[in-house]
């Protein structure tokens, strides 16, 4: 028999969108365990890597109720590997315009701060976000990341981008670094060469490539 699942709590009893929304993902780090998501499955130890400040109790509470609520699902992988891993649902993966709203708005707060630390899928989802249309329409090429224990391949093409976790063996330049040492570069105003110089970011294959890549994303004005 199928065990049941528990209802979603309503704060509110208001019918406005908005205000169910925040009934989903209202709760203290429900929003963030969706972001670690947003690129494939996880693991329990794997999210909690990406979110260095929540307890195995909230997380276990988190994925519960965003279970319950329909935004992930949890499966076990295939033998040799026997690990439980947590996804997105097809209707949570449609959060990422959400973030990228979001992350555009609060971006524009005086009191955002580039230079905290930051896991790998909230960086790459800034890219999404960050990205100039402009700097980018002439812009083509494969840029490998490796971030820590996570690889990315980031493709650029007439402008689009296309985000995806996995093998580098198809990059035409690979960047070396940690989130946060990345991201002060970026847009934390950080130069190249003193990243380079203190081994934070190193750079393969294409150079010019890669420096180019790093130019493609800016951060908005901050509001008055």
């Known amino acids: 028999m199928t065990k049941a699942k528990k209802p979603v709590p309503l704060?509110?009893?208001?019918?406005?969108?908005?205000?169910?929304?925040?009934?989903l993902l209202g709760e203290r780090w429900a929003l963030l365990v969706a972001r670690e998501l947003m690129f494939g499955p996880r693991r329990f130890g794997e999210l909690r890597q990406g979110l260095p400040g929540i307890s195995a109790n909230v997380l276990s509470q988190r994925l519960e109720g965003l279970e319950a609520a329909g935004v992930l699902t949890r499966r076990k992988l295939a033998s040799p590997v026997n690990a439980q891993v947590y996804e997105l649902t097809s209707w949570g993966y449609e959060l990422e315009p959400v973030?990228?709203?979001?992350?555009?708005?609060?971006?524009?707060?005086?009191?955002?701060?580039?230079?905290?630390?930051?896991?790998?899928?909230?960086?790459?989802?800034s890219f999404g976000t960050m990205l100039e249309a402009k700097r980018a329409e002439n812009f083509e090429g494969r840029v490998g990341l490796q971030l820590v224990d996570d690889a990315f391949m980031v493709s650029v093409k007439d402008g689009q981008l296309?985000?995806?976790?996995?093998?580098?063996?198809?990059?035409?330049?690979?960047?070396?670094?940690?989130?946060?040492?990345?991201?002060?570069?970026?847009?934390?105003?950080?130069?190249?060469?003193?990243a380079e110089g203190d081994g934070s970011l190193l750079i393969a294959g294409d150079r010019v490539l890669a420096k180019r890549f790093l130019t493609l994303f800016r951060l908005p004005p901050k509001a008055e």
């Open 11 to 23: 704060w509110y009893e208001d019918a406005c969108g908005a205000a169910h929304a925040l009934e």
């Open 99 to 125: 973030f990228q709203t979001l992350g555009r708005w609060a971006a524009r707060s005086p009191a955002h701060d580039p230079t905290l630390p930051l896991s790998a899928a909230s960086l790459l989802l």
């Open 162 to 194: 296309d985000i995806r976790r996995g093998a580098l063996d198809r990059a035409e330049a690979t960047l070396v670094s940690r989130p946060q040492a990345l991201a002060a570069v970026i847009y934390g105003g950080r130069s190249l060469s003193a």
